[in-house]
RNA sequence: GGGCCUCUAGCUCAGUUGGUUAGAGCAACGGACUUUUAAUCCGUGGGUCGUCGGUUCGAUCCCGACGGGGCCUACCA
């Protein structure tokens, strides 16, 4: 297998890479294997708009000059056939007539142009006997020479052969464009609504140093320039606070998050996150919040809320979404009742019955393992799961009336963990004892503890005002929009 | 990180219980064909069977290491 093409290679080509370039020679030689401008005078698109339903072996009396992929050939002796395919998957024929074009030309199309290359034709519109739009070309033109042959199209791509080449898979596959368009059209209401709530976008730092608002471990870099060493962010979550402190009462951000952590079906190194803030807000305003971001979405784009997935299954995405307590949930499907005053001995104890095997110094960690036991895999409409323990939810506000728990929910959809939203903690003095906590968590050996960001702890020292505050994963909201796999709704995945 | 599985032509995949020359469809090459729709028909070429090592008279097949990929599992969203 040649990944290079140069000459000194290229005995050792495949033998279609070869021939090819062979073809891009003599194309070269006659005029340009690249041209860097064609008279386009349509696109497919609208040529196929402007004519919806002609009648069997019409000729319209229009001329056009259109250019598209070549997908399929079929050369007979003295009239030859090309689907040509626009970047949107729009298709339409081209024929080449003998007594149009003249020998030379069909000749040199039959000998020169090959499945994949780009093409430039110029003819009439027509139909042909079978009724078929087609171009009746008076001339064509290699718009771009192809060196690789393009991959089978009647065989579905393997999975793999799909994530490396992504470009040639939006060629080949329909679904693979649909989905790039749908991401597109999501980020479009998500900005659309938070538009129309008055929230401003804003972009904070990818490039940390310090980094937090989450727990994950983080990819770490080096400036030369400060000589320092630098975390790739884990969250904007403690920017866009510094934000809401400077008055920007309302605020979101869409953007990356990188985490050193495990990758599969539904995580990714890499991956989009939503994170947004509201002043004099709290955790019940901002799950109001959510609810309306995500059907928007599924209407905006789909328009209904009840979303087809992939395997045909349908998503019920609509009406009010439930509010279920974490203890209260777990309390009734374990069997017996759990508090944040239930001794940790007692959740060990739990936890080992059913074969939940940790050892963690926090009680918190313990209720929401066994939540996720217990409970998780039975949601499968979308429902918020609020009240958390505090000892695992460092930056959440305790909670106004419960003791021992935090103004924070999950939203799960179909088992999934979709968002998470908080009554932000404000008060600079907790903050400080919550990081700190953190902190001696690190010091025990636990690499996901937050460091100090006194920065930060000085911002809310200034005084942030009330504040609600949601995050949620985009590829895991496209994932809930469409049942795909986390590598299918990022075009480009990380792999090695 | 741990366990299991997988890698054969440009693509999708057969196959060899270890034996002379590893197959198919599409793609490519040569030929025929002025209405095809995955065009058809006749003919031809194309492979380091992931890489390296071992066992063997002989390895694509068995064994080992390494590399790529997948699934399960652990951590994170």
């Known amino acids: 297998m040649s990944d290079q093409l140069e000459h000194e290679d290229e005995q050792d080509l495949p033998e279609q890479i070869a021939i090819r370039l062979e073809k891009r020679e003599r194309l070269n030689k006659l005029n340009d294997a690249y041209p860097v401008a064609l008279p386009i005078t349509h696109s497919i698109g609208e040529v196929r708009a402007a004519h919806p339903d002609l009648d069997v072996d019409v000729a319209t009396g229009e001329f056009v000059g259109i250019a598209g992929r070549v997908m399929f050939q079929r050369n007979t002796g003295k009239l030859c056939f090309a689907t040509l395919q626009a970047g949107d998957g729009q298709r339409i024929q081209a024929m080449l007539s003998l007594d149009k074009v003249g020998e030379e030309q069909l000749e040199l199309f039959k000998e020169l142009v090959d499945l994949g290359d780009h093409l430039f034709v110029e003819g009439e519109v027509i139909t042909s006997k079978r009724g078929e739009l087609s171009i009746l070309v008076n001339s064509w033109k290699m718009a771009a020479k192809t060196i690789r042959p393009m991959p089978n199209l009647h065989n579905e791509l393997g999975e793999e052969f799909r994530v490396r080449h992504r470009y040639l898979d939006l060629i080949v596959r329909d679904r693979a464009r649909e989905v790039v368009k749908i991401r597109a059209q999501v980020m479009a209401s998500l900005r659309k609504t938070f538009t129309e709530d008055r929230f401003l976008e804003i972009e904070t730092p990818m490039l940390q140093t ?181 000892d695992t939810s460092p930056l959440t506000r305790n909670h106004r009336s419960k003791p021992g728990v935090v103004e924070k929910w999950d939203l799960y959809i179909r088992g999934y963990e979709q968002a998470t939203g908080y009554s932000e903690l404000v008060d600079p003095v907790v903050q400080r004892e919550r990081f700190v906590e953190q902190v001696t968590l690190a010091a025990a050996g636990d690499p996901e503890a937050m460091k100090l960001d006194e920065d930060f702890l000085k911002a809310l020292e200034f005084g942030m005002p009330p504040s609600g505050g949601m995050g949620m994963g985009i590829d895991r909201l496209l994932m809930s929009l469409t049942g795909l796999g986390i590598r299918e709704t990022i075009m480009f995945p990380l792999v090695k």
């Open 210 to 390: 310090i980094h937090g608002g989450a727990s994950a471990r983080p990819f770490k870099t080096h400036s030369n320039a400060f000589d320092t060493e630098l975390f790739l962010r884990i969250a904007p979550e403690l920017f866009l606070k510094r934000a809401v402190v400077g008055g920007i009462d309302r605020v979101y951000e869409i953007n990356r998050n990188f985490r050193n952590e495990g990758a599969d079906r539904t995580h990714s190194p890499e991956f989009a996150m939503l994170e947004a803030y509201e002043a004099y807000g709290d955790y019940n305003s901002i799950a109001d919040l959510t609810q309306k971001l995500i059907q928007n979405a599924a209407m905006d784009v789909f328009g209904t809320h009840q979303v087809v997935l992939e395997d045909g299954t349908i998503n019920d995405l609509g009406g009010v979404w439930p509010r279920i307590s974490m203890f209260e949930s777990l309390s009734e499907a374990c069997g017996q009742k759990i508090t944040p005053e239930t001794p940790i001995e007692d959740l060990k104890k739990l936890a080992k019955s059913v074969d939940i095997d940790i050892e963690h110094p926090l009680h918190g960690k313990y209720v929401e393992e066994l939540w996720e036991h217990f409970v998780k895999d039975t949601l499968v409409q979308p429902t918020f799961v609020i009240d958390f323990p505090v």
